[in-house]
């Protein structure tokens, strides 16, 4: 049994993970671990993101497999952010004068911000790893 872990879209915001299998049944099996794993995994903040989760099955030259996909595109953009990171930049205004905040109680605006990134979740990959 082997997996292969892809993602497609030049915008990352769709992930598909490929699963392929000797035997259909320890395929469905895998895959229906797989599945809950990324959903229990997935940071939630809208609910659009592990809505999106879900599987395809289907057959190429190798055999069966199942994709597991997360991700809608042009809804889900922040899939790659979320899944891989982000590291350190700057934010700006792009639509008024400034960004406004609340800093130790007072509104201030700043017209860019130096944002410090985030830590990707890796949701898809923890979960292949504890369906093994």
């Known amino acids: 049994m082997g997996a292969r872990f892809t993602y497609t879209g030049h915008r990352l915001d769709q992930i ?3 699963d392929l299998a000797r035997g259909a ?3 469905e099996a895998r895959a ?3 599945l809950a794993a990324a959903q229990t995994l997935v940071g939630v903040d809208t609910g659009r993101l592990l809505a999106s989760i879900h599987r395809e099955r289907g057959r190429n030259s190798v055999g069966p497999y199942v994709d597991i996909v997360a991700g809608i595109p042009g809804i889900t953009n922040y899939l790659g952010y979320h899944h891989f ?22 509104v201030v ?7 410090p990134g985030n830590r990707g ?3 898809l990959t923890r979960a292949l790893d504890a369906a093994r």
């Open 85 to 106: 990171g982000a590291g350190p930049h700057i934010i700006r205004a792009r639509r008024r004068k400034a960004l406004r905040f609340i800093w130790r109680g007072e």
């Open 25 to 27: 049944g320890d395929l």
């Open 16 to 18: 598909v993970l490929r």
């Open 109 to 115: 605006f700043f017209k860019w911000v130096r944002h």
């Open 121 to 123: 979740t890796y949701f």
């Open 32 to 34: 229906a671990r797989v």
